[in-house]
């Protein structure tokens, strides 16, 4: 298994290569998606900017807390974008005109390569650069200790929750090869990343608990930052270890069940 994981590991490196050396023909292009990022982190800082001047607190996080959310927000969405998002948006076209045929003569997993094979890496590198400035900025103005334990922790939960976003919009994507044009779907599952925008604390009990346990939207973001700012209770602590691993499974019995109706050639 493991020199499985390296292997598609290595092939990855390779295919975020080929993207950027695409993407980097067409600098012009290349520059303006730089400024329409900028425009997107403009306006979260300015979000940032008024916590701070009105000087209130949210639910008992202060400005410098919620400036650690934001930047994981921001930080992770470089990586939900730059990875994810295109990929499940053209897995509908991918099905519908046929193309999807080509993934299956690939000697690798078909699931692998339907999710993986774009990426806009140099794009949104951009977002987690700025969100990891972030993080340290509201870390040091609340004195709060940025100790290997604290950073390795920031990165353990910001892979669990990378790994139950990939999940969490894979499952709704798996309809595509049952209805074929699924662009709605992907839309409104989009449209759920923004709830992680502030911290959890906001919404009510009940929302809290759905958006941990039953739907782990807030797993994604939230629990980074909980972690370095020590809000992270125990029993949250573990299911963050544990959900990535079961919505992976959830995800790939689902994928697995789903492909079986595709009916090859756009038909």
């Known amino acids: 298994m493991m020199k499985e994981i390296?292997?598609?590991?290595?092939?990855?490196?390779?295919?975020?290569?080929?993207?950027?050396?695409?993407?980097?023909?067409?600098?012009?292009?290349?520059?303006?998606?730089?400024?329409?990022e900028g425009g997107y982190l403009f306006a979260k800082i300015m979000y940032v900017?008024?916590?701070?001047?009105?000087?209130?607190?949210?639910?008992?996080?202060?400005?410098?807390?919620?400036l650690v959310f934001v930047g994981t927000f921001v930080t992770l969405t470089g990586f939900y974008a730059g990875i994810?998002?295109?990929?499940?948006?053209?897995?509908?076209?991918?099905?519908?005109?046929?193309?999807?045929?080509?993934?299956?003569?690939?000697?690798?997993?078909?699931?692998?390569?339907?999710?993986?094979?774009?990426?806009d890496i140099a794009l949104f590198s951009?977002?987690?650069?700025?969100?990891?400035?972030m993080i340290a900025v509201g870390c040091v103005r609340g004195g709060i200790a940025l100790d290997p334990l604290r950073i390795a922790g920031w990165a353990f939960f910001a892979a669990s929750g990378m790994g139950v976003a990939y999940a969490l919009w894979l499952i709704p994507m798996t309809l595509v090869f049952r209805i074929v044009k699924a662009d709605s779907i992907m839309g409104l599952a989009d449209a759920f990343w923004?709830?992680?925008?502030?911290?959890?604390?906001?919404?009510k009990r009940f929302g809290q608990a759905v958006g941990t346990f039953l739907i782990p939207i807030f797993v994604i973001t939230n629990f980074p930052a909980l972690f370095v700012l020590g809000r992270?209770?125990?029993?949250?602590?573990?299911?963050?270890?544990?959900a990535p691993v079961a919505?992976?499974?959830?995800?790939?019995?689902?994928?697995?069940?789903?492909?079986?109706h595709y009916a090859s050639g756009g038909n």
């Open 6 to 36: 390296l292997k598609h590991l290595r092939i990855w490196g390779r295919l975020v290569r080929i993207n950027l050396m695409s993407q980097m023909e067409y600098r012009a292009n290349f520059v303006t998606g730089l400024l329409m």
């Open 49 to 66: 900017i008024v916590a701070y001047s009105a000087g209130k607190s949210i639910a008992g996080y202060g400005p410098d807390e919620i």
């Open 84 to 119: 994810f998002m295109m990929n499940l948006f053209q897995l509908s076209g991918l099905v519908r005109d046929g193309s999807f045929d080509t993934l299956l003569t690939k000697p690798l997993s078909v699931q692998f390569l339907a999710t993986f094979r774009r990426s």
């Open 126 to 133: 951009l977002d987690a650069l700025a969100g990891l400035v």
């Open 194 to 203: 923004d709830f992680n925008n502030v911290p959890m604390v906001v919404y």
């Open 232 to 242: 992270l209770p125990p029993l949250w602590a573990l299911w963050g270890v544990v």
């Open 247 to 260: 919505f992976g499974l959830i995800a790939s019995a689902c994928w697995n069940s789903s492909i079986r």
